[in-house]
């Protein structure tokens, strides 16, 4: 449903139910968390209560193991009976908090319970077989008996120890659990203040944002335009459309009415329009008798003195476009003089220059053909630095394997002296002489083979260095060979060049010939556009007078029309 169709208090109802639905909201929000704190805090004072009973059911443990070493110290009537009264209420105490425990307890809990139930079966078991024992004993003098007792009272220490961690877990159980449940509350009392908060907020913006919005687009903004509408029409204009029709609100039957006044203002307006109509059609008719007298005086006169404008104009257009012919050619004709001379110096200019560029192309001709010859002579020599070249190399390869046969000597020669100097050695004194030369020839075979690897590696660097070359003096022949063929090329270009300045030449020669001709030409015509020029201006000062007199003709005869029109 659109705002237009609802009044406007079930509008203003509408923001007020929203308001109001925010702070039910609010509040339920509010008692909720109330209500879920009230239950956690009683689940907190459950488990204080829990972790108090397994406080007490430690205490209990520890007086039941006292009376049985007041057992174990005193086994008469009197102490006997005491113990026993003791042991009856820890007992009683130790079972009835055990058996609250059990009432609420979870699954976890129940094992545990399970657990402490085990160990105060056996530690009861214990506490009865002492209890016999120290009744059968009955004295206090460290008897065979009185040890039983004493060890039953260490077995049951132990059983009381066991059951006391089970009981501390439980109760240690009890209290995590009660630290969780305030946890949680503190987790929920903030989670509601924060709804709580959030809420308030939202709904008071999202209530004064429906509240504009239904006041302003519902509402303001409606009666506005309604009051808008009512100054047009009270300033007397009726071309708008009346804003609100169809409404179902208050404002729609306002609307109404003001469309009523809207359709008397035109109503009236319609017939005040007919009876200026009809008095303008008499003034018309009027008017349309004088027009007729005055359109058939027009249609005699008015056409012969228009065909003579007509006239007057056509010549004096005609003599204007002849003057301005003659004045146009006389003009080029001057201009075409002018060029002619100049293109006759332009063509004396050509001419000459032509001459010279001929004699340069013939200079050139002979330049190229110098410049082919040194390229040829480049090209020869380039050959035989290459080949000379290729023979260092050839030469430093044969180099290359005589060194290569004096290492093998010398490798040779090293062997030998060594040979010699094992031969000596075995010699003894006797064979000291030879072994001194035998080391000398040793010496001097590993200098002469490391002159080799020396000399090796020189000309492995000079063979390396005469192939570069012969690289480099190959690309260079290459080289000069294109640049003997680019040099032929220029000299047969040349050639055609020497012969094509030629022919230019001797068409300057042509065109200084017909320039002349043309100058003795635009001479006759400058002549014959001045004297058309003349016949021009007359016929331009004849056709102006014509004009200026049907110019006065037509004056008078539209002021007499404008006069019959006017009557």
Do not use: W
Request: proline share 1%; glycine share 8%.
């Amino acid at each position: 449903m659109s705002l237009k169709n609802i009044p406007i208090v079930y509008k203003i109802l509408i923001i007020v139910g929203l308001l109001s639905s925010i702070l039910i909201y609010v509040g339920y929000t509010g008692y909720h968390s109330a209500v879920t704190l009230g239950a956690a805090g009683q689940d907190i004072d459950d488990a204080d209560g829990q972790a108090l009973r397994a406080a007490r059911m430690n205490q209990t443990l520890i007086a039941l193991n006292r009376s049985q070493y007041r057992m174990g110290m005193d086994a008469s009537q009197e102490s006997m009976a005491t113990v026993e009264k003791s042991v009856a209420e820890n007992r009683a105490l130790f079972e009835r908090s055990l058996n609250d425990l059990r009432s609420g307890a979870d699954p976890q809990e129940q094992e545990m319970l399970r657990t402490v139930a085990e160990g105060y079966g056996a530690l009861v078991g214990n506490l009865e077989a002492t209890m016999a024992k120290a009744r059968t004993q009955g004295g206090v003098a460290p008897t065979v008996d009185q040890m039983a007792v004493i060890a039953s009272v260490k077995e049951g220490r132990v059983l009381v120890d066991q059951l006391q961690q089970r009981v501390r877990a439980l109760a240690d159980h009890y209290d995590q659990a009660g630290t969780d449940m305030a946890r949680r509350g503190q987790v929920m009392a903030d989670d509601a203040k924060r709804i709580m908060l959030i809420g308030t907020i939202a709904g008071t913006l999202v209530g004064v944002a429906l509240g504009m919005g239904i006041g302003h687009v519902g509402v303001a903004r409606p009666i506005g335009a309604m009051v808008d509408c009512l100054q047009r029409l009270a300033a007397g204009d009726v071309g708008f459309t009346v804003f609100g029709l169809g409404r179902k609100d208050e404002l729609g039957a306002v609307a109404e009415t003001m469309q009523v006044f809207k359709s008397n203002i035109l109503r009236n307006r319609e017939m005040e329009a007919a009876a200026k109509e009809q008095e303008q059609h008499a003034a018309a008719e009027k008017k349309k008798a004088m027009d007729e007298l005055a359109d058939l005086f027009d249609a005699k006169v008015a056409g012969v003195v228009k065909a003579v404008s007509s006239a007057a104009e056509q010549l004096s257009s005609t003599a204007t476009a002849m003057s301005s012919i003659a004045e146009e050619t006389n003009r080029q004709a001057t201009t075409v003089a002018a060029a002619a001379d100049q293109t006759t110096a332009n063509v004396q200019t050509v001419s000459s220059a032509a001459e010279q560029l001929s004699s340069s192309i013939g200079e050139i001709s002979q330049r190229v053909g110098h410049s082919s010859e040194v390229s040829s002579s480049a090209v020869e020599r380039a050959r035989l630095a290459n080949e000379m070249v290729r023979g260092l190399a050839s030469n430093a390869e044969r180099i290359g394997r005589v060194i290569e046969l004096i290492s093998n000597i010398a490798s040779q020669t090293n062997l030998l002296a060594l040979n010699a100097t094992i031969e000596a050695a075995r010699a003894g004194e006797a064979g000291r002489g030879f072994a001194v030369v035998a080391g000398e020839v040793k010496t001097l075979a590993t200098q002469t083979a490391k002159a080799t690897d020396e000399i090796v590696a020189q000309i492995a660097e000079v063979q390396a260095s005469t192939r570069q070359a012969v690289g480099a003096i190959e690309g260079i022949g290459a080289v000069i060979d294109e640049l003997s063929q680019i040099s032929s090329a220029i000299a047969s270009a040349v050639e055609e060049q020497s012969a094509a300045t030629q022919e230019i030449a001797r068409n300057v020669d042509q065109a200084a010939h017909g320039t002349q001709d043309v100058s003795r030409s635009i001479a006759g015509v400058t002549v014959a556009s001045a004297e058309a020029g003349q016949a021009a201006s007359q016929v331009l000062a004849a056709a102006s007078g014509l004009g200026r007199s049907s110019d006065i003709l037509r004056t008078e005869v539209g002021s007499f029309i404008s006069r019959v029109r006017a009557a």
